[in-house]
């Protein structure tokens, strides 16, 4: 009786967030500017509605009676990953809840807004507000938890990771980056030097673009009956396993940075898409978390994209929807010059694999001292200045729009989200590893274009499993060992320094 | 503070609604086929949710006490309209509307997936159980309201009108319009005679229909800050006053019922995008009734779309986007031939304004006898063709697309609905007489393409009086009378028999 009582209401919690879900996209890919402030209104009254819903008193109760019940392995899992998300959601009182979606919303549209003007004058305060939100916030899942404040913010977006664990493995990273990214940066100076950086023969018109990346995500195993792809300021990845709501933006100069942001996000879709049906509306059958998410996204961007064995299957598709002019006297060496180019930049997400950590252990350092109330917001274009010249040896100072504007993560109000990326991208680089020693043809098969047995692999390891194992569990069952840094440095000495 | 009790509940109402809309909006335009079902399920409890908030029973208290606190004019206007509202409301229990939704969403999505094929008999069990609901709903609304059963639901879209005032009216217009429309067509077959009808220059790239009626759009007063315009299998004006989501769909042999489409629901659209902004949550800020809303369309698409003085300014328009050669050696009356050739068809939406009140007079002929019992689902389409064969002598037996599955509206639950599209016909003729007598020079000032007094004189009477006042009162401020339907009945003589 008391799973039934719950079985209902994550029916009503899952029409709620289906709801948000293609608000959120649709904002993003089609709302009028004069839409947004009603849309920031209902979306906040949403939220609210959903948190006063799953966090009600009673649910205690119902969770309480479900445990001392006969329940099967599979009730099991689904009553132990809610009951996880009853206690980090019941710290937070509904009205907060509301003013604080409000205030991240509102801060959004104006960073949509002010951005491309780099105005951070007028963009602080609403992003001081959105700070305020977030100290207030960590202190409540604090409090409420026992982690630290920060900690409990990450714990949100990837469970079970801690300040304590990552900080060592960032430390490691960034020791390691500091020294790798001027040497490969010195070889790729030599290389470039042998074979120099072809010019691609532009324009690129969108249309031809998108049906290109229609093409190929397809072939990878989109499936476009439960998605769609559109065009929006930052690619995502929204909507509904049933539904995927996929974004790129494109530039008529070049199509590489297009097609890399559609071949992200369907890393991004396929998880989305290859959970489990059954039962979908528990939160057992979603996705782990941030973490196991864009392991998801960089398993396609860094482990098969970006390796010549894609690129062997992948040009005749491009000759035949670009045009053949496209890479005519093209080797593949002349394609992987382009896509794995190493530069010291200011963005992030066109930073490419070797200096991205750098980027996020920025985030994700920044973070700690605003979440713990050592910096205010008016302090951030100094600290993240400062950080960019130590890091990356660039100055931000006076520019923005590409220093601390560039997300949209912040004016969400997303804090402790950022190390999941690096986080990321170190599984999937043991994914990768683990994946070729079971199926040692896998490259080969990439290079037909086959993905059924590859992605059969990641249904079984990953997509299907849903939230019923921790992100270390996980990793465990599919590699045979836990989080291993080793193998994301050992993928990166391997791509750029042999 | 029972008003403000209540201004709260109007802004989550308003927030709820907002979703609802855009969601529906989307399903139309952009969701893909393997969403629908929880598209359907979500769309389902977000109705629940909307209905059980708004019809609680504490509300009635809450009105009670504000009727006998202090209330200013535009405060009594709201809690009158609010109170009348949640009178209709309470008649329906949640779960009914819950159950009544979902197998309309359900009908809706199986009639876009079998009108195609035709296929009736697979449609014909669904659309029987949106009937057994909408005779259920009849009942309660009866019981509640003292109406009859399907005057109760008439009340919902355009309140006040009843079967004993529109029997009568559709009486008269169809007597008329059966000895005028073939009377109108032996004219049109003498005027085509001297003026053949001329070959359009197809093809019209649908990219290029879309500007043209875009730019159209623009300077007939439509507001793309609070609005776009997209794509569907049935045009329709959706979404909310600051964010309107109006579609048309395309031909590429005709550019002609695209456009028309699109004027169509620019009318709709101005008049939301025309409703007060202050206080918009409440109710008597909201669009009249669908009568109302039927005559902005018409007002536009009939009263100013169709006549000589719109395609002295709209043909340069159309050269430009189209191409020269589309109207070259065209005369205007070349074109009104075209846009004003009468029919006998099987479509609504396709109908000419002279045959299609015969469409609606069919449709609320049997929706009187479906809601009064008198008929099953399964006589509909037996039923249906004698009408169609009395009306307008065609035969629907062997095409069910286009006999009684051509509309939504039946698989969408919306009995009660169709009579307000000629009323408001009927509305717009003599709006349009009435603003001419006040503006003599407007029709001059539509062919210089110029709007402003037009539409201000459209904001003043009808759109910034949101629902403030019924429909008849409505009618007498602006036009001095009470609905009369000489001025159609002259309108129809004047255009097609003279």
Same mark, same amino acid.
């Given at each position: 009786m008391s799973y039934k009582n719950l079985d209902h209401l994550n029916q009503t919690l899952h029409a709620l967030s289906h709801a948000m879900a293609i608000l959120g996209a649709d904002e993003a890919t089609?709302?009028?500017?004069?839409?947004g402030a009603e849309r920031a209104n209902s979306l906040s009254a949403l939220t609210a509605m959903h948190h006063e819903k799953a966090s009600a008193p009673h649910i205690a109760d119902w969770i309480e009676k479900a445990e001392n019940s006969k329940l099967d392995t599979d009730q099991k899992h689904a009553l132990a990953e809610f009951k996880r998300l009853y206690e980090q959601r019941t710290c937070l009182p509904a009205e907060f809840v509301g003013a604080k979606t409000k205030s991240a919303m509102k801060c959004e549209q104006l960073w949509r807004e002010l951005r491309p003007k780099g105005d951070w004058k007028s963009f602080a305060p609403a992003l001081g507000e959105v700070i305020s939100f977030a100290r207030e916030e960590a202190q409540m899942r604090s409090h409420n938890t026992g982690l630290k404040p920060y900690d409990a913010m990450i714990d949100q977006y990837?469970? &079970?990771?801690?300040m304590a664990d990552i900080d060592p493995v960032f430390a490691e990273l960034k020791v390691f980056l500091k020294s790798f990214v001027p040497e490969a940066l010195e070889i790729q100076k030599q290389r470039l030097a042998d074979r120099p950086l072809k010019p691609l023969n532009?324009?690129?018109p969108v249309e031809k673009q998108r049906s290109l990346g229609q093409s190929i995500m397809k072939q990878m195993g989109f499936d476009f009956n439960n998605g769609r792809l559109d065009t929006s300021h930052h690619p995502f990845c929204g909507g509904v396993p049933t539904d995927v709501r996929m974004t790129t933006r494109y530039q008529t100069d070049t199509f590489l940075p297009g097609l890399m942001g559609i071949l992200h996000e369907t890393g991004h879709a396929q998880y989305e898409q290859g959970?489990?049906?059954?039962?979908? !509306?528990?939160? !057992?059958?979603?996705?782990?978390g941030m973490g196991m998410h864009e392991s998801q996204s960089l398993f396609v961007e860094m482990q098969i994209v970006r390796s010549p064995m894609f690129w062997k299957w992948v040009i005749p598709l491009i000759s035949e929807h670009l045009g053949? !002019?496209?890479? +005519?006297?093209?080797e593949i060496e002349d394609v992987l010059v382009h896509v794995n180019l190493i530069e010291r930049g200011f963005i992030r997400v066109d930073a490419d694999e070797v200096t991205y950590p750098l980027h996020v252990i920025l985030r994700y350092e920044l973070e700690q001292d605003l979440i713990g109330q050592k910096i205010e917001v008016h302090h951030i274009p100094e600290a993240w200045n400062a950080k960019m010249e130590e890091? $990356? &040896? $660039?100055?931000t100072l006076d520019n923005m729009s590409d220093g601390?504007?560039?997300?949209?993560h912040w004016p969400a109000g997303?804090?402790?989200?950022?190390p999941s990326y690096t986080l990321g991208a170190l599984m999937a680089a043991q994914q990768w590893a683990s994946l070729v020693k079971q199926i040692p043809t896998a490259p080969s098969q990439i290079e037909q274009g086959n993905f059924n047995e590859i992605n059969a692999w990641r249904a079984k390891?990953?997509?299907?499993?849903?939230?019923?194992?921790?992100t270390t569990q996980m990793m465990e069952q599919a590699t045979? +060992?836990? $989080?291993?840094?080793a193998y994301f440095i050992a993928h990166l000495q391997q791509r750029y320094a042999k």
């Amino acid at each position: 009786m008391s799973y039934k009582n719950l079985d209902h209401l994550n029916q009503t919690l899952h029409a709620l967030s289906h709801a948000m879900a293609i608000l959120g996209a649709d904002e993003a890919t089609n709302m009028p500017t004069g839409g947004g402030a009603e849309r920031a209104n209902s979306l906040s009254a949403l939220t609210a509605m959903h948190h006063e819903k799953a966090s009600a008193p009673h649910i205690a109760d119902w969770i309480e009676k479900a445990e001392n019940s006969k329940l099967d392995t599979d009730q099991k899992h689904a009553l132990a990953e809610f009951k996880r998300l009853y206690e980090q959601r019941t710290c937070l009182p509904a009205e907060f809840v509301g003013a604080k979606t409000k205030s991240a919303m509102k801060c959004e549209q104006l960073w949509r807004e002010l951005r491309p003007k780099g105005d951070w004058k007028s963009f602080a305060p609403a992003l001081g507000e959105v700070i305020s939100f977030a100290r207030e916030e960590a202190q409540m899942r604090s409090h409420n938890t026992g982690l630290k404040p920060y900690d409990a913010m990450i714990d949100q977006y990837d469970p &079970g990771n801690k300040m304590a664990d990552i900080d060592p493995v960032f430390a490691e990273l960034k020791v390691f980056l500091k020294s790798f990214v001027p040497e490969a940066l010195e070889i790729q100076k030599q290389r470039l030097a042998d074979r120099p950086l072809k010019p691609l023969n532009a324009p690129f018109p969108v249309e031809k673009q998108r049906s290109l990346g229609q093409s190929i995500m397809k072939q990878m195993g989109f499936d476009f009956n439960n998605g769609r792809l559109d065009t929006s300021h930052h690619p995502f990845c929204g909507g509904v396993p049933t539904d995927v709501r996929m974004t790129t933006r494109y530039q008529t100069d070049t199509f590489l940075p297009g097609l890399m942001g559609i071949l992200h996000e369907t890393g991004h879709a396929q998880y989305e898409q290859g959970l489990p049906r059954d039962n979908a !509306h528990w939160p !057992h059958n979603q996705a782990r978390g941030m973490g196991m998410h864009e392991s998801q996204s960089l398993f396609v961007e860094m482990q098969i994209v970006r390796s010549p064995m894609f690129w062997k299957w992948v040009i005749p598709l491009i000759s035949e929807h670009l045009g053949s !002019h496209v890479f +005519e006297n093209w080797e593949i060496e002349d394609v992987l010059v382009h896509v794995n180019l190493i530069e010291r930049g200011f963005i992030r997400v066109d930073a490419d694999e070797v200096t991205y950590p750098l980027h996020v252990i920025l985030r994700y350092e920044l973070e700690q001292d605003l979440i713990g109330q050592k910096i205010e917001v008016h302090h951030i274009p100094e600290a993240w200045n400062a950080k960019m010249e130590e890091y $990356l &040896g $660039l100055s931000t100072l006076d520019n923005m729009s590409d220093g601390p504007m560039q997300d949209v993560h912040w004016p969400a109000g997303l804090f402790g989200y950022f190390p999941s990326y690096t986080l990321g991208a170190l599984m999937a680089a043991q994914q990768w590893a683990s994946l070729v020693k079971q199926i040692p043809t896998a490259p080969s098969q990439i290079e037909q274009g086959n993905f059924n047995e590859i992605n059969a692999w990641r249904a079984k390891n990953v997509w299907q499993k849903g939230s019923r194992f921790s992100t270390t569990q996980m990793m465990e069952q599919a590699t045979g +060992e836990p $989080l291993n840094p080793a193998y994301f440095i050992a993928h990166l000495q391997q791509r750029y320094a042999k």
